[in-house]
Nanobody
């Protein structure tokens, strides 16, 4: 199974910003939709944002207008720019490649009030 490599995340104060990145090995990145999910202990993993191969995007209502998903096909990287963070955004964030059906290792995002 292909292992996606995530970077970014960490601790930030409310109102701050963080950027997550996810690199996908292999040759199919450019044709694969990518997505970011997040999970809080005791809850199901929820879809945060998704981007198709042609750049069409979807956002959960809770992050619309604050988060931006993007992709760089040359670098085989998908990113999630998170602005105006609130404590409710605290979670482990996972990237997901739909064609490989693979996940990143997860990165902790903690927003303090």
């Amino acid at each position: 199974q292909v292992q996606l490599v995530e970077s970014g995340g960490g601790l930030v104060q409310a109102g701050g910003s963080l950027r997550l990145s996810c690199t996908v090995p292999g040759s199919i990145f450019s044709i694969s939709p990518m997505a970011w999910y997040r999970q809080v202990p005791g809850n199901e993993r929820e879809l945060v944002a998704r981007i198709t191969s042609d750049g069409s995007t979807y956002y959960a209502d809770s992050v619309k207008g604050r988060f931006t998903i993007s992709r760089d096909n040359a670098r085989k990287t998908a990113s999630l720019q998170m602005n105006s963070l609130t404590p409710e955004d605290t979670a482990v964030y996972y990237c997901h490649n739909e064609l490989y059906a693979s996940w990143g290792q997860g990165t902790q995002v903690t927003v303090s009030s």
